[in-house]
Nanobody, 125 residues
Framework: QVQLGESGGGLVQVGDSLRLSCAASGRTFSSYVMGWFRQAPGKEREFVATITRSGGYTDYSDSVKGRFTISRDNAKNTVYLQMNSLKPEDTAVYYC??????????????????WGQGTQVTVSS
């Protein structure tokens, strides 16, 4: 089992950058596929990005591709989400998620086993 805690959210202006961090408990962090999701007010939670155990493969939603970068540091038990060129539509609560199994439909939140509490990102125009 793993416990996740996000940080780094805040209020920024359009075009700004922000880096989210998600720290994981336990000594088996490197055995988890990690992901980021977000949920805007009145909307369902949606997939943002995922990264494999070694960090060798990443995938992104079309809405953030080219602007966001997911990375991980297994020595620090942390996964990051670097967000550049932020837009008002990026405003949401951002959640990190962990899955001990690879494969499956990682775009779907029911695929993921563990979740953090979320961190708010607000992009003001």
């Amino acid at each position: 089992q793993v416990q996740l805690g996000e940080s780094g959210g805040g209020l920024v202006q359009v075009g700004d950058s922000l880096r989210l961090s998600c720290a994981a408990s336990g000594r088996t962090f490197s055995s988890y596929v990690m992901g980021w999701f977000r949920q805007a007010p009145g909307k369902e939670r949606e997939f943002v990005a995922t990264i494999t155990r070694s960090g060798g493969y990443t995938d992104y939603s079309d809405s953030v591709k080219g602007r966001f970068t997911i990375s991980r540091d297994n020595a620090k038990n942390t996964v990051y989400l670097q967000m550049n060129s932020l837009k008002p539509e990026d405003t949401a609560v951002y959640y990190c998620a962990a899955n001990p199994r690879s494969g499956g439909d990682y775009y779907t939140d029911s695929t993921w086993n563990y979740w953090g509490q979320g961190t708010q990102v607000t992009v003001s125009s």
